[in-house]
């Protein structure tokens, strides 16, 4: 392992040891409390340009595969353990974390107080980071920091996001290839805008009935709203994503045409975010965020507390209650989790139903989502 040095724009400097990619990395450090999946979480487009501290202290002991993958590539900064494991046991495993990491030119960083770095985030909110293997000098890391892009400034959505279209032909869990030759017409297509969306997304909603056509995010709304009206297409779905909401000003105006057309939606967190900001709701970013697999969400029709998966620095303001029926409630917090639009055929969660990693308890919302268009 090499040495790797940090600094953190609040002063905290820092070394550790790296495994994985070296280099010099900038980002934006947050916190994950999930006690597995490391490779869901890492591979998931929605870190796109952060740092992820697991607080989970052992890291790396399962190893890593390809069925794992939530998307095409890491986009992650990178990941921050206590204790790293090259050692890996497990009968899926096709290759350490260490291996994994280098192939997707992602750095890994080790033997560090994760706690501490925990604490950091916790109280000062959100901060970032560099890391690099090749420059120890506190003041020239101090420089490089303040002069790169800060995690607000950056579309991320032109990198994760699928540059054509595709139909999305996986179902749930074994993604084991699903056939369209029987029942065909009973399955109801549906177009899904990529903005980095997770692959077990796509894998629920095939599991649940629907033929999934996936677009890239400079989608056109004109020509989904025609496709809708002609029957093509039921409903469109608002995926998860990075960065800030309030940056891709294209994508909300075209989501905006989709409201006035009445087309059917449904979205996910970053899909969640454009739909309030589309509806002229801004939102506002959290202090640190809300990262991991344990978070209590009620359902404010069911009053039933489901544990959720999370992942979001982001969120959309009370005032949307103007327009729409707020569904879901964070309990640690008490920031809204999910709405129903008052005059529109959309409803929408921040939280992750799909999990990978996480507790299954809001799986049913695509259900739902399917009953509800059919």
């Known amino acids: 392992m090499q040495d790797v040095w940090i600094y953190i724009e609040d002063g905290t400097f820092l070394k550790a040891k790296s495994f994985g990619y070296g280099g010099t990395k900038t980002g934006e ?21 952060q740092f992820i501290v697991f607080t989970m202290p052992e890291i790396g002991n399962v190893g890593c595969n390809d069925d794992d993958m939530e998307s095409k590539a890491v986009y992650a900064s990178g990941m921050i353990v206590r204790n790293y494991q090259q050692r890996y046991s497990n009968f899926r495993a096709k290759e350490s974390l260490d291996e994994f990491l280098k192939e997707q030119k992602s750095m890994g960083i080790c033997e560090i107080d994760t706690r501490f770095l925990t604490k950091i985030v916790r109280d000062g909110g959100s901060l970032m980071m560099i890391a690099s293997t090749e420059v120890s000098d506190k003041e020239e890391l101090k420089k490089l920091l303040k002069n790169s892009h800060r995690i607000e400034e950056i579309n991320y959505i032109k990198q994760v996001s699928t540059k054509k279209s595709y139909i999305h ?28 969306i997770k692959r077990n997304i796509l894998n629920e909603l095939s599991e649940v009935g629907f033929e999934v056509e996936v677009v890239p995010h400079d989608f056109k709304a004109k020509e989904l709203i025609k496709r809708y009206k002609t029957g093509e ?4 779905f608002l995926s998860n994503g990075p960065g800030d909401p309030l940056v891709l000003k294209d994508e ?13 939606m449904f979205a996910i967190c970053l899909g969640h975010q454009l739909l309030s900001i589309a509806h002229g709701y801004p939102t ?9 697999g344990n978070h209590p969400v009620q359902n404010q029709e069911s009053k039933i507390v489901e544990i959720t998966a999370q992942n979001h620095n982001y969120n959309v303001p009370d005032s949307i209650c103007e327009i729409a029926k707020i569904t879901h409630i964070n309990l640690f917090d008490r920031t ?33 989502f399917a009953d509800w268009i059919k």
């Open 29 to 49: 450090i947050v916190f994950n409390t999930s006690m597995s999946g490391y490779q869901e979480i890492i591979s998931d487009p929605s870190y796109a340009g």
């Open 169 to 196: 032909q996986y179902g749930a869990w074994n993604h084991s290839k699903m056939s369209y030759n029987t029942n065909i017409e009973n399955r109801k297509k549906i177009v899904a805008i990529d903005f980095g």
């Open 233 to 236: 297409i039921k409903a469109v």
């Open 252 to 264: 909300a105006k075209q989501i905006r045409e989709l409201i006035d057309a009445k087309v059917p």
């Open 284 to 292: 506002y970013k959290l202090k640190f965020g809300q990262h991991g």
């Open 336 to 368: 809204i989790e999910g709405v129903k639009y008052k005059n529109s055929p959309i409803f929408s969660v921040q939280h992750h139903p799909e999990a990978s990693p996480g507790p299954h308890d809001s799986r049913y919302i695509f259900k739902q």
